[in-house]
């Protein structure tokens, strides 16, 4: 299978910026395993084009009175394909916890959308020795009453939260051993076998490296998503 590159522009761009990015990318993505996640407000500037793309977050109710979220509805009639559920940003800055996320995952699959959901544990976690403490209860949680049919549209993503955004990143024998952990953990409690992306400081330098790690499905990236010449740089890693 594809390895995948699911960029997350996070709440980067401009109105022009966006223009330029999406024009920039241009008949370069025709593999559909680079999967766009704009920012919202800039959604309908990647509607046409040969990649798949998705929004940052989802809400868990149908549509209507709302405020400030936006609907698996409104994104399909977008030709939006992907939602990403649970980034740590959110969870901590939005306070948003394993219960309502398990409703967004399970409003996106009904409407058929694919999930990334991410996962991951905080420097103070992980100096307790918690980490898989913390992982099982965020997949167990947050994909609690799901059937194994539907999560075969849940991709994991491990992202490990004192590495997004400060350039250390665990060593591949460590996340190929959380990836185990991660990919057991889904078969025993949930009898499915997750695909897993690793997150945190990926970059168009050190994906070769992290490619090697054979267990991991892909990479979900952020900051070095922002420039085309490093997504297309990683990009031609991955696939080669
Ligand atoms: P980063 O972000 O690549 O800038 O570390 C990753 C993420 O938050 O998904």
């Not at 939006?80 to 916890?97: F, P, V």
Request: charged residues 25%; hydrophobic residues 35%; positive net charge.
């Amino acid at each position: 299978m594809k390895k995948i590159l699911a960029l997350n522009l996070k709440m980067n761009f401009n109105y022009q910026e966006v223009i330029d990015y999406v024009q920039e990318l241009k008949g370069e993505l025709k593999n559909k395993n680079v999967i766009l996640f704009p920012p919202t407000i800039f959604l309908p500037y990647f509607i046409g084009n040969e990649y798949p793309f998705g929004a940052q977050n989802i809400s868990e109710f149908d549509n209507g009175a709302h405020t400030g979220e936006i609907s698996c509805t409104q994104l399909k009639s977008i030709g939006g394909t992907y939602t990403i559920i649970g980034h740590s940003e959110r969870r901590k800055d939005q306070h948003e916890e394993d219960g309502t996320l398990n409703l967004r995952i399970k409003k996106a699959l009904e409407n058929g959308l694919k999930v990334v959901y991410c996962i991951g544990e905080t420097k103070e976690e992980r100096d307790m020795l918690k980490t898989t403490k913390i992982l099982k209860s965020e997949i167990v949680n947050g994909l609690a009453g799901i059937k194994p049919t539907d999560l075969k549209n849940v991709i994991i993503a491990y992202e490990p939260i004192w590495s997004i955004g400060t350039g250390v990143i665990p060593t591949n024998k460590e996340i190929a051993s959380t990836t185990a952990f991660i990919i057991d953990t889904a078969v025993n409690i949930l009898n499915y076998k997750p695909r897993v992306l690793y997150g945190g400081s990926v970059n168009e330098k050190n994906i070769a490296e992290l490619n090697k790690i054979a267990n991991v499905s892909g990479f979900l990236v952020g900051g070095a998503s922002l420039d085309v010449k490093k997504v297309l740089k990683m990009k031609e890693t991955i696939e080669r």
